[in-house]
């Protein structure tokens, strides 16, 4: 029933800036923590950024921080992440999760490919 749907991916030249949506469903949105994790080629999955249920308090991987930014609407069940000064070193599947109370549960991901 979690159902978790990633959108806004594409292709950026280095410098520029897109913005992640992830559409959530089946659960008590406001009430988990959320998060990013991606995935770059032939590596494995590597979390980025978390925000709490209020989306009050959010955390950063030190490769995004200062030029992701995470947020939330609860009211309207999505989570976001503003990539901006996009590095190749960016390029990934960017998957959105909920941490669930036994497990997380991430959606299929959306391709973000940062190149010149």
């Known amino acids: 029933q979690v159902q978790l749907v990633e959108s806004g991916g594409g292709l950026v030249q280095p410098g520029g800036s897109l913005r992640l949506s992830c559409v959530g469903s089946?659960?008590?949105?406001?009430?988990?923590?959320m998060g990013w994790v991606r995935q770059a080629p032939g590596k494995g999955l590597d979390w980025v950024s978390d925000?709490?249920?209020?989306?009050?308090?959010?955390y950063y991987a030190d490769s995004v921080k200062g030029r992701f930014t995470i947020s939330r609407d609860n009211a309207k069940n999505v989570l976001y992440l503003q990539l901006s000064s996009l590095k190749p070193e960016d390029t990934a599947v960017y998957y959105c999760?909920?941490?669930?109370?036994?497990?997380?549960?991430w959606g299929q991901g959306t391709q973000v490919t940062v190149s010149s």
């Open positions: 999760a909920v941490h669930l109370l036994y497990r997380d549960y």
């Open positions: 925000i709490d249920g209020a989306g009050h308090a959010t």
């Open positions: 089946g659960f008590t949105f406001s009430g988990y923590s």
